[in-house]
């Protein structure tokens, strides 16, 4: 049964995931065979694992009877499922007591297995996907390829349900009005620039100077620690649509967040971001900008929970993919949001 509030159509978020492709991880992110990462979606857990150096990408559940194979959002695990056995490697199923599956076509059984594809060195998934990858992404395919040639690992996962509609989380990542009320004193403090936005088809990237003089020259003192050869020297911030966005400041460190709609709750978004670090020169740059990175992560995580913070007392039928009746000229990009929306 469909339902309907206010125009938000339940199916939305399941159509949507299927249809476009989402950033899921970086190459560098699962080095090593049996890494994986988790992330719950609108038709369950889909997991991505690196099988000795291939990327799968399947449904977290056993082809035998169905049970879940990974438990947590990030780590290094066997392929193996608890109940009775079955084990994925070198690209297939290998099936403990096999003779026994007499009266049924074993051959058969395989990983329920997703598409993937690669725009530079990020991964990106597709369940039955309208449109090649390069024609979804369109003009922000080449800033997601020269980024990813400089990305060298991860050092944060944080992942947890928002208390509210997906579209609503999406909305407040795509304007940079509420900045000042709710980001005081972490965000606030660059003192960004109206600066410029470009559309590319269904995408968009939001380039603006940092406007607080000290931490410009602070943050571009630290260029001489990195080996990068991409950058936008302010914040910028690319939205992938329908659910990611990538941001940065300074282009040492890339945020990547999913804003996945739930699978049973319409009030609720499963949200994950992750703190990707750029090439550094050598070691020694390495331990100066240790600390750089952990506050990164720190200041994050602070600066999601603050965007949280205002998302949880925005009711689910505040949001409809009508046109904004009352809108700044800081959300011209909701007014996109909501016409792709409507698109279906
Ligand atoms: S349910 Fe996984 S091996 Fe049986
Ligand atoms: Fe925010």
Not at 27 to 36: I, T, V
Not at 168 to 182: C, F, S
Not at 270 to 294: G, W, Y
């Amino acid at each position: 049964m469909r339902r309907l509030l206010r125009g938000f159509d339940m199916d939305l978020g399941t159509k949507l995931f299927q249809k476009y492709w989402h950033m899921v991880c970086h190459r560098n992110e699962l080095p090593n065979d049996g890494d994986f990462l988790r992330f719950k979606t609108p038709i369950g857990d889909v997991v991505i694992f690196n099988d000795g150096g291939d990327y799968v990408a399947f449904d977290n559940r056993c082809a035998h009877r169905g049970t879940l194979i990974y438990l947590t959002d990030f780590g290094n695990q066997a392929n193996t499922c608890k109940y009775h056995g079955w084990t994925f490697k070198s690209g297939k199923l290998i099936i403990p007591s096999v003779e026994q599956f007499k009266g049924c076509d074993i051959a058969k059984a395989d990983l329920r297995r997703y598409r993937l594809d690669w725009c530079g060195d990020f991964l990106f998934l597709g369940v039955a996907p309208e449109k090649d990858l390069y024609a979804q992404l369109d003009g922000v395919a080449q800033y997601i390829e020269n980024i990813s040639f400089n990305i060298s690992g991860r050092v944060d996962v944080s992942a947890y349900e928002y208390e509210c509609a997906w579209p609503l989380a999406l909305e407040n990542a795509l304007e940079p009005y509420h900045i000042g009320m709710v980001h005081p004193g972490t965000l606030a403090t660059l003192k960004l620039e109206d600066g410029v936005n470009t559309f590319h088809g269904a995408n968009s990237v939001w380039q603006a100077p940092v406007g607080d003089v000290r931490i410009k020259k602070q943050l571009g003192r630290l260029g001489s620690f990195f080996n990068i050869d991409y950058a936008y020297e302010g914040y910028m911030s690319i939205f992938m649509f329908p659910f990611t966005m990538i941001s940065s400041t300074f282009g040492y460190s890339y945020s990547v967040q999913n804003f996945f709609p739930h699978k049973t709750r319409n009030d609720r978004t499963n949200f994950m971001s992750r703190l990707l670090t750029c090439n550094v020169k050598d070691e020694h740059a390495q331990k100066i900008v240790q600390p750089f990175f952990e506050s990164s992560a720190k200041v994050n995580r602070m600066v999601f929970e603050e965007d949280h913070s205002i998302c949880k007392i925005m009711p689910t039928d505040s949001w409809s993919s009508e046109p904004l009746e009352f809108i700044s000229e800081q959300e011209v990009k909701i007014a996109h949001f909501r016409d792709l929306c409507r698109a279906g």
